[in-house]
């Protein structure tokens, strides 16, 4: 049996050669690279030019895909897990780090720009909280994620160098979260990456666009959701592309539904409930022990 939903991401799994910054956010990126263009850049970048980032990473075993971005001046690079769910870009930096995970590159050392407490862009980071900082002089956060992952540390400004398609070079400044203290959930593996490219356009990203926007995430439209090639009835639901997750999560009435027809087209296989496995709300075990993950697929 296959089950699938039809919401096409699929297509993350293609992009195993190159991603490029499409979608509800394109144009509010391609305004903000073009408009916060180095001073000391004299190049001219056309309307149609775009940034192409070469992607790498895949679905098993990784479970995670990223890109490589140049930050600082001198520029170094950094592997950052693309993540379209969240706004704040991190990097794991010194400053000094309390708890830092193991990472492909040095720690990121922040530069003395630090955004601070009173700034507008901190005040609407922290909306509709006021901010509650260490220090009048710099902007702290503390961001958490839907896996239990969490990052604190300070905002900062620094040099992003980027090419566009056209060849032509820019270094946006850019404020990003230098984060000296990251948590993973108990168990749970970290990925070998330096931190997160945020590319929702929530809080952060206002401020890094000079024209407006028509919304704050990745949409992909309405979807239609499928169960083992059969149409659930559940259509013109609003779906959110979350780059950065390796789980799809539904609200209770999908849920609901899409459980329902797994759990009946799996009557008469090998799969039976492991109601006695605690660990999640819907576990199944087969009649022998599975050697490998292509054995699961082929019940799927």
């Not at 149409?231 to 609200?251: E, Q």
Request: glycine share 8%; proline share 7%; charged share 20%.
């Amino acid at each position: 049996m296959h089950a699938r939903i039809n919401f096409l991401l699929h297509l993350l799994l293609a992009l195993y050669s190159a991603f490029r910054f499409q979608g509800c956010a394109s144009d509010a990126y391609h305004h903000t690279i073009t408009a916060m263009k180095s001073p000391s850049s004299s190049t001219t970048v056309g309307s149609s030019a775009s940034v192409f980032l070469q992607v790498t990473g895949n679905v098993y075993p990784q479970g995670h895909y990223y890109v490589t971005m140049y930050i600082g001046n001198p520029p170094k690079p950094y592997f950052l897990d693309i993540d379209t769910g969240s706004d704040l870009t991190w990097v794991q930096c010194e400053a000094p780090c309390q708890n830092c995970l193991p990472a492909p590159h040095p720690l990121y050392k922040p530069s003395k720009d630090l955004v601070k407490c009173n700034e507008q862009i901190c005040v609407d980071f922290h909306r509709p909280n006021q901010p509650v900082c260490a220090s009048p002089d710099q902007c702290d956060y503390d961001i958490r994620y839907a896996d239990l992952g969490t990052s604190s540390g300070v905002l900062v400004r620094e040099w992003f160098p980027l090419r566009y398609t056209n060849g032509t070079m820019t270094a946006p400044r850019v404020v990003f979260g230098c984060g000296y203290d990251q948590q993973v959930r108990k168990g749970a593996t970290p990925p070998y990456l330096d931190g997160v490219l945020g590319l929702g356009l929530g809080k952060v990203a206002r401020h890094l666009e000079p024209t407006s926007r028509t919304c704050d995430h990745y949409s992909l439209g309405t979807a239609e959701v499928f169960v083992g090639g059969k149409t659930s009835g559940m259509k013109d639901l609003p779906v959110l592309f979350d780059s950065g997750s390796t789980y799809t999560y539904f609200s209770e009435k999908p849920y609901k539904v899409i459980l329902s027809l797994l759990m009946n087209d799996l009557k008469g296989t090998q799969l039976n409930k492991a109601d006695e496995d605690k660990s999640l709300p819907i576990c199944w075990k087969g009649s022998k022990p599975f050697k490998s993950i292509q054995d699961v697929r082929n019940l799927f």
